[in-house]
């Protein structure tokens, strides 16, 4: 049934499939090199797509500095070119397509990996999944997907140096030595660090303002190991030493001079040419077949947190446009995506999340034109501005939660920096808003009881889901790009309509609930960075200068109104967010350690409701119980079934996942049945029955 081609094995359908294009190489793939064939599933059938294969490998690829389409990558200009004049680099991949490539969809789905880190999925629906190394300071493993680009110099072959900071707390109790970077990281530029600088203080708060701060004599800390050796230590220009061991309840900094920055931006570039190789050519330009070549009509990205923040630099950047002027991503799905990535600058460090001083918020937010005269970026600018030049926009279908209001600092992304108006969407976007999540959304499940604290934080887990939202989603960019069906309106809170008001107890009508705190000053605001002139910040792009960044003002955080019970009111609830247990916030209080307190990153938090009215009266809740709301379990069973099947109708929830939530809310046991309960809450179980 097969034959050979080039070395590989094909089957005859395959390669009918591969010669049946021939549009000359566009992409600069110069070779897709297949080091792993498996099937997926020891073999098993994947509903309409039958068996999976998945093919692993790396993508050769090189960047030609003189193409209008790449000179906005940082450095390229100053990095090594071969022969050609062209800059090269290797990135890994993995491609999950059907054994029997006509039950191929016909759309392939571009998985977009976070800090190395995704896989392929085998798609029932006969997609093909595609994934692919990035971000060059990931430091490769067995599994992860990686790129390796080359490291930028002056012009006459001497280093590049440039300012770095580092910043290092929650040290355990005695901590002697600490790796500068983790990942791959910037070497210093020298031996000789004389004119680095290490401050220590006592307090930071989420603006930046610090108290109790000096600075560390020289003769104190040192580039060493003292591990083994006490201080000063063994010299070692990638650890730091300091007399007496770090003191765990401060924060240090650290400002020095690092040495050969990595031109991160080829990641954009490899990206874009891995993806309309695989759509458009026949073969590589050393005569390899293309895998899928024939197969792709359609192609969407998607991707989570970072990787949705990478999506916003991809298009915002023009990499939507292939070297051939044609369209790369037909649809886009940034999820829980607040920024920029940070990749496309000197020492840039795209792995950062969102600690004091990073980047990527400073960048243009938005998907309409906005003109950010808060922070005096001039002419209104967006997102798809550079799409929009090229009629190579995507259809976008964007979705986040409560968390990326509180500690990702979402806000200006749908009002501006001003606050003043909501900025209208423009029509190929989308956006829904998933209320009540953390970052990512829960576990899921009916578990009235609290689990454990969140990582890091005090407060019990936010087990409100979005996954099976995300899927219902996904589904639905698909057939927008692949057959027109407008997806669900957008649903989000708005200026407009009184739903997102300053993050303060008076504005959301935030209750008073035993064990929670007061929420003023709780949110993380955006700060208004200042990186220096040759920093480009609309586009996250450029030299930083000035390390770190001056904070030139603070831009007050907007979050969702709640209801009486802390709930959230506006977007696109869960089915347990409509027929809660508790209360589902999207923040959380930092447990013991230097920011101990404070919001604790992007985590939700869960305070359940008590079971019956004598609980809740007893501790002062004002929160109805859940006897009080749903009165029996098929009480419970009728609300979690109600919700389900109008988030069915409404295209944000798969058949499937709605009748496995009723199932689940059935079986739960957060309430005693009817037959076990008391007359009271059995006639409150049959009214929420419709009985």
């Known amino acids: ?110 998985s977009v990996v976070n800090r190395g880190n995704g896989d392929v999925e085998p798609s029932p629906d006969g997609h093909i999944w595609v994934v692919s190394g990035w971000q060059g300071d990931v430091v490769p493993t067995a599994r992860n997907q990686t790129i390796a680009v080359p490291v930028a110099t002056n012009a006459d072959g001497s ?125 590589d330009q050393a005569g390899e077949a293309n895998p899928v070549a024939g197969l792709v009509r359609h192609t969407v990205a998607i991707g989570n947190s970072q990787s949705g923040n990478f999506i916003r630099t991809f298009i915002n950047l023009g990499f939507n446009e292939d070297l051939a002027g ?99 969407l423009p029509s190929n976007v989308r956006r829904y808003y998933m209320p009540g999540t953390t970052h990512g959304g829960g576990r899921g499940g009916f578990q009235a009881a609290a689990g454990r604290a969140a990582a890091g934080c005090t407060l019990p887990a936010n087990p409100n889901p979005m ?75 450029g030299v930083m200068t000035r390390v770190p960044p001056r904070i030139v003002q603070v831009i007050p955080a907007y979050v969702p109104v709640v209801d009486a019970d802390g709930n959230e009111t506006s977007g696109v609830p869960s089915v347990l967010h409509q027929a809660p247990l508790g209360t589902y916030l999207g923040w959380n209080l930092a447990g013991p350690g230097f920011f101990e307190g404070q919001i604790c990153g992007f985590q939700g938090a869960y305070v359940p409701f008590a079971t019956t009215k004598a609980e809740r009266e007893k501790t002062g809740d004002t929160r109805l119980s859940l006897e009080e709301r749903y009165g029996t379990l098929e009480g419970y069973g009728c609300v979690v079934q109600q919700a389900a099947e109008s988030a069915v109708r409404d295209r944000f929830l798969l058949r499937e996942d709605a009748d496995r939530f009723v199932r689940e809310a059935a079986e739960s046991g957060v309430l005693p049945r009817a037959a076990d309960s008391t007359p009271e809450n059995r006639a409150r179980g049959a009214a929420r029955c419709g009985a």
Not at 60 to 76: F, M, S, T
Not at 260 to 276: E, F, H, K, Q
Request: hydrophobic content about 40%.
């Open 1 to 110: 049934m097969g034959r050979t081609m080039h070395g590989r094995t094909m089957t005859a359908a395959w390669a009918l499939a591969a010669v049946m294009i021939a549009t000359p190489v566009a992409a600069q793939v110069t070779r897709l090199e297949v080091t792993s064939r498996e099937r997926a599933g020891d073999g098993q059938a994947f509903g309409q797509a039958g068996p999976i294969e998945i093919l692993r490998g790396r993508v050769h690829g090189e960047v030609d500095p003189a193409d209008r389409r790449n000179r906005l990558i940082q450095d390229l200009d100053l990095a090594p070119r071969n022969a050609r004049g062209r800059v090269e680099y290797v990135a890994t991949f993995a491609l999950a397509r059907p054994v029997d490539p006509t039950r191929a969809s016909g759309t392939l789905v571009y």
């Open 467 to 541: 996954n099976e939202q995300l899927r219902a989603l996904n589904a639905a960019l698909i057939a927008w790009v692949v057959s027109g069906v407008e997806p669900p309106s957008s649903r989000y809170p708005t200026l407009r309509d009184g739903s997102l008001v300053r993050a303060t107890t008076a504005a959301t009508g935030f209750p008073t609930i035993p064990g929670l705190p007061s929420i003023d000053g709780l949110a993380k605001d955006l700060l208004d960075y200042d990186y220096g002139a040759a920093y480009i910040a609309n586009d996250v792009s």
């Open 326 to 424: 044609r369209i790369v991503w037909d649809g886009a799905f940034p999820r829980i995506a607040a920024r920029q990535t940070p990749i496309n600058f000197r020492f840039a460090l795209p792995g950062g999340a969102v600690d004091l001083y990073e980047p990527g918020s400073e960048g243009v937010l938005w998907w309409s034109p906005y003109e950010d005269a808060t922070r005096g970026r001039g002419a209104a600018a967006s997102l798809l501005d550079r799409c929009a030049a090229t009629a190579t926009c995507p259809k976008i279908v964007e979705a986040f939660g409560s968390a990326e209001f509180w500690g990702l600092r979402m806000a200006p992304d749908l009002v501006g920096t001003d606050g003043r108006a909501d900025i209208p």
């Open 159 to 283: 280093s590049i140096t440039g300012p770095v900071l580092q910043r290092f707390y929650n040290m355990p109790a005695g901590t002697t030595t600490l790796p500068l970077r983790a990942g791959s990281g910037y070497p210093l530029a020298a031996a000789d660090q004389s004119a680095a600088v290490l401050t220590v203080s006592t307090a930071e708060t989420t603006a930046g303002v610090k108290t109790g701060t000096t600075t560390v004599p020289r003769s104190d800390w040192a580039l060493a190991d003292c591990r083994t050796v006490p201080f000063p230590g063994t010299p070692d220009p990638t650890r730091l030493c300091v007399r007496g061991g770090f003191e765990t309840t401060k924060l240090y900094e650290l400002v020095y001079t690092a040495r050969d920055p990595l031109v991160l931006g080829i990641g954009l570039a490899a990206t874009r040419d891995l993806v309309s190789f695989l759509r458009h050519d026949r073969q």
